[in-house]
């Protein structure tokens, strides 16, 4: 049976946020997490990505939790796990690059991970600054701290400490 009115529409993600509005979103996973997580919601969550027509999710939660739903409901993903464990350099170096790549084609991307977080706002802020986009890593911090209402820890810091040697290593 076909789902009709206004559910067909799905529910917003929790924590739903614009980095770059209308091409770059976060949100936290899609059901929540832990206790939290509702496959019924997963399901609403994820039928309100496909609607709102994002071309692709990236997933950076360390497990392969929701990625058989992105396939089933036939919305493009990639999964990217970042981990406490991660040598970020190396992680930050082919995730930015890709994320870029992946904006310049002019896809509508999601990020996420298990809870809108240090990890996920830090990367964001993070990305740009190492994209140019924003000068410096206080403007960065400041301005995804404004977008997503969290303000950013030591951990999120890091990944702005990262972004910013790697962009200034490409800059020779």
């Known amino acids: ?3 009709k009115g206004k559910w067909a529409q799905g529910i917003t993600p929790r924590n739903f946020t614009w980095i770059i509005k209308g091409q770059l979103a976060v949100c936290e996973r899609p059901g929540g997490y832990g206790e939290n997580h509702r496959k019924v919601r997963r ?6 990505i496909r609607e709102q027509a994002f071309t692709c999710v990236v997933s950076l939660i360390p497990s392969e939790h929701n990625l058989h739903n992105y ?38 991307v999601l990020v996420h991970q298990d809870e809108l977080g240090d990890r996920v706002c830090g990367f964001m802020a993070g990305f740009l600054l190492w994209d140019g986009l924003v000068p410096t890593g206080p403007e960065a911090i400041s301005i995804v701290e404004h977008l997503t209402s969290r303000q950013l820890g030591p951990v999120g810091r890091e990944y702005v400490a990262v972004a910013i040697a790697l962009r200034d290593r490409a800059n020779g």
């Open 43 to 48: 399901q609403e969550e994820i039928i309100w």
């Open 1 to 3: 049976m076909a789902v």
């Open 71 to 108: 396939a089933e409901y036939e919305i493009p993903f990639v999964h990217r796990p970042l981990s406490v464990h991660d040598e970020l350099p190396e992680r930050l170096g082919d995730l930015y690059p890709e994320l870029k790549g992946l904006l310049a084609n002019g896809d509508k």
